[in-house]
């Protein structure tokens, strides 16, 4: 299995304002995810993080709001941006290997929006 | 395109009983992977168990049991004598080029 580390877990923040998660593997990656699970709802994908490259976006989400980082093979941030209470969900960190036969996530990271 | 359907949304049941939770797919691909996931309360996204489309053998692992029949496109779940500490929200997945495409999700709740 892979350990990932989610940074923070929970925050509580003010609309308007932009706030960056950070995920870190415990080893190597190459496909590695951000999905979103808004309250008493599924997990819906974000975008794929790609290494080296501008990260690849689901139909429903933009760059602008959620710039996304890669900078190697274990790390990658999620910035959500100009926050509304809309905002508010659990956001999960997931990387895959084995070619899609092993799917891990973080822990979340708890995003209030007020 | 994806899909995956859990019809059931909340389950409640008494300590030491089975639960079956169920679960149909859609998908054009040929080969697959399904996936269940526990979410306790806590929120933390926690592995279950993961079938390949090339293999219908059911198996079990504990107290986990699973039905996977590709004829009906299902992938059903079962816990065999819950307990407390099942209660949690149940998603079943299906992995497409590395991505989920997950279920709606089943709350399941044990009473003691």
């Known amino acids: 299995s892979a350990v990932i580390s989610q940074k923070p877990s929970r925050d509580i923040c003010q609309r308007g304002t932009s706030l960056t998660i950070q995920c870190q593997v415990d080893?190597?990656?190459?496909?590695m995810f951000w999905y979103r699970q808004q309250p008493g709802q599924s997990l819906t994908l974000i975008a794929t993080a790609n290494q080296g490259s501008e990260a690849t976006y689901e139909s429903g989400f933009v760059i602008d709001k959620f710039p996304i980082s890669r900078p190697n093979l274990t790390f990658s941030t999620l910035t959500v941006s100009n926050m509304s209470p809309e905002d508010s969900s659990i956001y999960l960190c997931?990387?895959?290997?084995?070619?899609?036969?092993?799917?891990?996530f973080g822990q979340g990271t708890r995003l209030t929006v007020v | 395109a994806q899909k995956v359907t859990q019809a059931q949304t909340e389950i409640s049941v008494v300590e030491k009983e089975d639960v079956t939770l169920d679960c149909v797919y859609e998908?054009?691909?040929?080969?697959?992977?399904l996936f269940w996931y526990k979410q306790p309360p806590s929120g933390e996204l926690v592995f279950l168990i993961r079938?390949?489309?090339?293999?219908?053998q059911n198996e079990i692992s504990g107290r986990y049991s699973w039905n996977f029949q590709k004829s009906t496109s299902s992938f059903n779940f079962t816990i065999t004598a819950s307990q407390v500490v099942d209660s949690a929200v149940y998603f079943c997945?299906?992995?497409?080029?590395?991505?989920?495409?997950f279920g709606a999700g089943t709350t399941v709740t044990v009473r003691a």
């Open positions: 998908t054009r691909d040929t080969t697959y992977y």
């Open positions: 997931s990387v895959a290997r084995g070619g899609g036969t092993e799917a891990f």
């Open positions: 080893s190597q990656v190459t496909m």
């Open positions: 997945a299906l992995s497409r080029d590395y991505k989920l495409s």
């Open positions: 079938r390949n489309s090339f293999d219908e």
